[in-house]
C-alpha cells in the first residue's frame, strides 16, 4: 500500500506530458485524459484514507534515500481525507469546465493549456498534502503557483492580467518568506524533515522555536486568507473564469490551513501562539462578513465571506485541544465543497442572467427553480442552518470553545455565533435579489455577458434556438440587450451568449458538489469519528515520526 502513496502526484504530472502533446488536435482525449486522471486520483485517496484509518500512516521514501537526504511523502488520516475531497472536488470542477469550454467554443490557446495547467495544480495541490519535509512542502507551493498563474490569466484580458499579477507578488513573498524560515529551520536544527523537527525543535531555544512559528505560519495565513493578510484575495479571485475561481477559493486556501494544522501540532505543540491565532480568527470572521454584507457583486461578496470562514477554522487551530482540531478538520471538509458550489452555482448566474451584479438580477427563482435550489442548499449550509454540515461543523468548534473555557474563547464563541447569523442575513440577501424578487424593469435574463465594451465578438457565436445574440436580432419574447459588464464570462475572456438552459456538464457538476456538501450531513456521525481519530493522531505525533524514522 506504500507503493501508492507517490501516485497522486505522479499521474497528474505524467497526464501533463500526454495533454501538451495533444494539444487541440485531439480534444477530445486531451479531455479523456484529464477526466480518467482525476478520477484514478479519486480511486487512490479513497484507497490512501482507508489505509492510513486501518493500518496507520503510510511514507515512502523516493529513491530510498532516508531523511533527511531523500524525499519523503507521507500519508496519515488527515492527508488522506484532504486528498479525497481535493481530489472530488477538483474532479467535479473539470467536468463544469469542461460543460464551459465546449459550450463557449474555446477552442484555440490559452485554452489548448488549460488542462496541462490544471493538472499541474491537481499535482501540486497532492504534493503539498503528502509531503513529509519543509522542502518538498515548498516545492509543492510553488507548483501551484506556476498554475495558478496560468489559469487566473486564461485569455489574457487586462482585468485579469492585473489579478494574477497581484496574487504572484503576494506568492513570490511568502514564498521568500518561506525560504527564509527552511533556511534557518535548517540551520538550526541540522534537518526540513517534519518527523526529526518534531523530535529536534524541541530541543532549540525558545525564542528560535517561536521565530520560526512565527514565520512559518505568516507563511501559511498568507496562502490561506487570514486577516490582516487577506486583502489580495477579494480583487485576485472574482476575474477568473467560474471553475477557476471555484477551485482556488474552495481549495487553494484550506492548503494553507492543512500547513498551519500539521506545522502548529507536530512542529510547535504547545500552543505558544494560541492568543494570537484566535485574535487573528476573530478579526478574519468580522471584517470577512462585514464586508460581504457591503457588496453587490456576488463573486465579490462570495470572496469576502471565503474570508471571515477561514476564521472558524483557524479559531480551532488556536484553541489546540483535541476536539478544537476536530472541528476544524470537520469544518475545512465542508468548507471545501461549499464554497466550490457556491462559486460554481454563481458561474451558472452569471450564464443565466448576464451578470453577476445582484442589483441587475431578479426573477430567478420562478425563471429557473432548477438554479434555485442549486443555490438555496449550500448557502443554507455555509450560514450552519441544522442539520445541515455547517452546523454541525460550528457546533463542535463552539463547543471546544466552551469547554476550554479561557477569556479568548468564549470571545470566539460569541464571534462565530455572530457571524453565523450574519452569514444567513448575506445568503438571503443574494436569495432576495437575484431569485425571490421580480427582474428588475428595463432588465432582461437574457443578452450578451461583455468582457468589455470592445472586446464583444458575436460573429464567431452561432445562436442556437434558445440563445439570443446581442445584436439587435429580434428574440421571442422582446429585444436583447447587454446583461452588464460580467468580468469572468468565458475561459478565453471573449463574449458568450446567455443561455435560458446552461450546458448539461456545468448542471451536472454544480448538482454533484452539492449532492456531495449533502453527503457530508447524512454521513456526519462516521465523518466526525473519522475527524477525532485524525486529530488524536495529530496530537500524539509518535505514529507518524515512528513511521518516518522508524520505532
Same mark, same amino acid.
Given at each position: 500500500m506504500n507503493a501508492l502513496v507517490p501516485l497522486p502526484v505522479l499521474l497528474p504530472l505524467c497526464a501533463t506530458g500526454l495533454s501538451l502533446a495533444f494539444g487541440t488536435r485531439l480534444a477530445h482525449f486531451q479531455r479523456f485524459i484529464s477526466v480518467a486522471v482525476l478520477t484514478a486520483v479519486l480511486?487512490? %485517496?479513497?484507497?490512501?484514507?482507508? /489505509?492510513? =484509518? $486501518? +493500518?496507520? @500512516?503510510? %511514507?515512502? *521514501?523516493?529513491? =530510498? &534515500? /532516508?531523511?533527511?537526504?531523500?524525499? !519523503?511523502?507521507?500519508? =496519515? $488520516?488527515?492527508?488522506?481525507?484532504?486528498?479525497?475531497? %481535493? %481530489?472530488?472536488? !477538483?474532479? #467535479?470542477?473539470?467536468?463544469?469546465?469542461?460543460? +464551459?469550454?465546449? /459550450?463557449?467554443? =474555446?477552442?484555440? !490557446? @490559452?485554452? /489548448?493549456? &488549460? *488542462?496541462? #495547467?490544471?493538472?499541474?495544480?491537481v499535482a501540486g495541490v497532492s504534493c503539498t498534502f503528502l509531503a513529509g519535509d519543509l522542502v518538498n512542502l515548498y516545492v509543492g507551493f510553488e507548483i501551484m503557483l506556476v498554475a495558478s498563474f496560468v489559469l487566473l490569466t486564461l485569455g489574457g484580458t487586462g482585468p485579469r492580467i492585473r489579478a494574477g499579477s497581484t496574487y504572484v507578488i503576494i506568492s513570490l513573498f511568502s514564498s521568500m518568506l518561506f525560504l527564509t524560515a527552511i533556511a534557518m529551520a535548517y540551520a538550526a536544527a541540522g534537518t526540513a524533515n517534519f518527523a526529526q523537527l518534531a523530535l529536534r525543535l524541541p530541543e532549540l531555544p525558545l525564542g528560535v522555536q517561536t521565530l520560526l512559528q512565527a514565520m512559518l505560519l505568516t507563511v501559511f495565513a498568507i496562502k490561506a486568507a487570514v486577516f490582516p493578510l487577506a486583502a489580495w484575495l477579494p480583487d485576485s479571485y472574482p476575474t477568473a473564469p467560474a471553475p477557476v475561481t471555484a477551485v482556488f477559493a474552495g481549495l487553494l486556501t484550506k492548503v494553507g490551513i492543512y500547513c498551519m494544522l500539521r506545522t502548529e501540532t507536530l512542529l510547535f505543540p504547545g500552543n505558544r501562539l494560541g492568543d494570537l491565532l484566535m485574535a487573528a480568527a476573530l478579526a478574519s470572521m468580522a471584517v470577512g462578513i462585514l464586508g460581504a454584507v457591503a457588496q453587490t457583486d456576488l463573486k465579490r461578496l462570495l470572496s469576502f465571506t471565503l474570508i471571515s470562514h477561514i476564521g472558524y477554522m483557524v479559531f480551532g487551530i488556536g484553541l489546540a485541544t483535541r476536539d478544537a482540531y476536530g472541528g476544524a478538520i470537520f469544518y475545512v471538509v465542508h468548507h471545501i465543497t461549499v464554497q466550490t458550489t457556491l462559486f460554481l452555482v454563481a458561474g451558472l448566474i452569471e450564464r443565466r442572467g448576464g451578470t453577476n451584479e445582484l442589483t441587475r438580477l431578479g426573477g430567478m427563482a420562478r425563471a429557473a427553480p432548477w438554479l434555485a435550489v442549486l443555490f438555496f442548499v449550500p448557502a443554507m449550509n455555509l450560514a450552519g442552518i441544522p442539520p445541515l454540515s455547517g452546523f454541525i461543523g460550528k457546533l463542535g468548534l463552539m463547543r471546544a470553545g466552551v469547554a476550554e473555557g479561557s477569556a479568548w474563547a468564549w470571545i470566539l464563541v460569541a464571534g462565530s455565533t455572530v457571524t453565523s447569523l450574519l452569514t444567513l442575513y448575506v445568503m438571503a440577501k443574494v436569495w432576495n435579489l437575484a431569485f425571490w424578487r421580480k427582474e428588475p424593469p428595463g432588465q432582461t435574463a437574457y443578452g450578451t455577458v461583455l468582457e468589455s465594451a470592445d472586446e464583444t465578438d458575436d460573429d464567431d457565436v452561432d445562436p442556437g434556438p434558445d440563445r439570443i445574440p446581442g445584436t439587435g436580432d429580434e428574440p421571442v419574447g422582446g429585444t436583447p440587450r447587454p446583461a452588464g459588464q460580467a468580468v469572468a464570462a468565458s475561459l478565453q475572456g471573449r463574449a458568450v451568449i446567455t443561455t435560458t438552459r446552461p450546458p448539461a456538464a456545468m448542471t451536472a457538476a454544480t448538482a454533484g458538489a452539492v449532492a456531495l456538501g449533502l453527503a457530508f450531513t447524512v454521513l456526519a456521525g462516521p465523518l466526525t469519528a473519522y475527524t477525532d481519530r485524525s486529530a488524536d493522531e495529530l496530537v500524539e505525533r509518535t505514529p507518524y515520526v515512528e513511521e518516518v524514522l522508524g520505532p
Amino acid at each position: 500500500m506504500n507503493a501508492l502513496v507517490p501516485l497522486p502526484v505522479l499521474l497528474p504530472l505524467c497526464a501533463t506530458g500526454l495533454s501538451l502533446a495533444f494539444g487541440t488536435r485531439l480534444a477530445h482525449f486531451q479531455r479523456f485524459i484529464s477526466v480518467a486522471v482525476l478520477t484514478a486520483v479519486l480511486g487512490l %485517496s479513497v484507497a490512501l484514507m482507508i /489505509a492510513a =484509518d $486501518r +493500518q496507520g @500512516p503510510l %511514507s515512502v *521514501h523516493l529513491g =530510498d &534515500f /532516508a531523511p533527511p537526504l531523500g524525499v !519523503t511523502l507521507v500519508a =496519515d $488520516r488527515l492527508s488522506g481525507l484532504m486528498l479525497t475531497v %481535493s %481530489s472530488a472536488v !477538483t474532479l #467535479a470542477v473539470l467536468v463544469y469546465s469542461l460543460g +464551459q469550454g465546449m /459550450a463557449d467554443r =474555446d477552442k484555440e !490557446t @490559452p485554452v /489548448a493549456v &488549460f *488542462h496541462p #495547467a490544471y493538472l499541474i495544480l491537481v499535482a501540486g495541490v497532492s504534493c503539498t498534502f503528502l509531503a513529509g519535509d519543509l522542502v518538498n512542502l515548498y516545492v509543492g507551493f510553488e507548483i501551484m503557483l506556476v498554475a495558478s498563474f496560468v489559469l487566473l490569466t486564461l485569455g489574457g484580458t487586462g482585468p485579469r492580467i492585473r489579478a494574477g499579477s497581484t496574487y504572484v507578488i503576494i506568492s513570490l513573498f511568502s514564498s521568500m518568506l518561506f525560504l527564509t524560515a527552511i533556511a534557518m529551520a535548517y540551520a538550526a536544527a541540522g534537518t526540513a524533515n517534519f518527523a526529526q523537527l518534531a523530535l529536534r525543535l524541541p530541543e532549540l531555544p525558545l525564542g528560535v522555536q517561536t521565530l520560526l512559528q512565527a514565520m512559518l505560519l505568516t507563511v501559511f495565513a498568507i496562502k490561506a486568507a487570514v486577516f490582516p493578510l487577506a486583502a489580495w484575495l477579494p480583487d485576485s479571485y472574482p476575474t477568473a473564469p467560474a471553475p477557476v475561481t471555484a477551485v482556488f477559493a474552495g481549495l487553494l486556501t484550506k492548503v494553507g490551513i492543512y500547513c498551519m494544522l500539521r506545522t502548529e501540532t507536530l512542529l510547535f505543540p504547545g500552543n505558544r501562539l494560541g492568543d494570537l491565532l484566535m485574535a487573528a480568527a476573530l478579526a478574519s470572521m468580522a471584517v470577512g462578513i462585514l464586508g460581504a454584507v457591503a457588496q453587490t457583486d456576488l463573486k465579490r461578496l462570495l470572496s469576502f465571506t471565503l474570508i471571515s470562514h477561514i476564521g472558524y477554522m483557524v479559531f480551532g487551530i488556536g484553541l489546540a485541544t483535541r476536539d478544537a482540531y476536530g472541528g476544524a478538520i470537520f469544518y475545512v471538509v465542508h468548507h471545501i465543497t461549499v464554497q466550490t458550489t457556491l462559486f460554481l452555482v454563481a458561474g451558472l448566474i452569471e450564464r443565466r442572467g448576464g451578470t453577476n451584479e445582484l442589483t441587475r438580477l431578479g426573477g430567478m427563482a420562478r425563471a429557473a427553480p432548477w438554479l434555485a435550489v442549486l443555490f438555496f442548499v449550500p448557502a443554507m449550509n455555509l450560514a450552519g442552518i441544522p442539520p445541515l454540515s455547517g452546523f454541525i461543523g460550528k457546533l463542535g468548534l463552539m463547543r471546544a470553545g466552551v469547554a476550554e473555557g479561557s477569556a479568548w474563547a468564549w470571545i470566539l464563541v460569541a464571534g462565530s455565533t455572530v457571524t453565523s447569523l450574519l452569514t444567513l442575513y448575506v445568503m438571503a440577501k443574494v436569495w432576495n435579489l437575484a431569485f425571490w424578487r421580480k427582474e428588475p424593469p428595463g432588465q432582461t435574463a437574457y443578452g450578451t455577458v461583455l468582457e468589455s465594451a470592445d472586446e464583444t465578438d458575436d460573429d464567431d457565436v452561432d445562436p442556437g434556438p434558445d440563445r439570443i445574440p446581442g445584436t439587435g436580432d429580434e428574440p421571442v419574447g422582446g429585444t436583447p440587450r447587454p446583461a452588464g459588464q460580467a468580468v469572468a464570462a468565458s475561459l478565453q475572456g471573449r463574449a458568450v451568449i446567455t443561455t435560458t438552459r446552461p450546458p448539461a456538464a456545468m448542471t451536472a457538476a454544480t448538482a454533484g458538489a452539492v449532492a456531495l456538501g449533502l453527503a457530508f450531513t447524512v454521513l456526519a456521525g462516521p465523518l466526525t469519528a473519522y475527524t477525532d481519530r485524525s486529530a488524536d493522531e495529530l496530537v500524539e505525533r509518535t505514529p507518524y515520526v515512528e513511521e518516518v524514522l522508524g520505532p
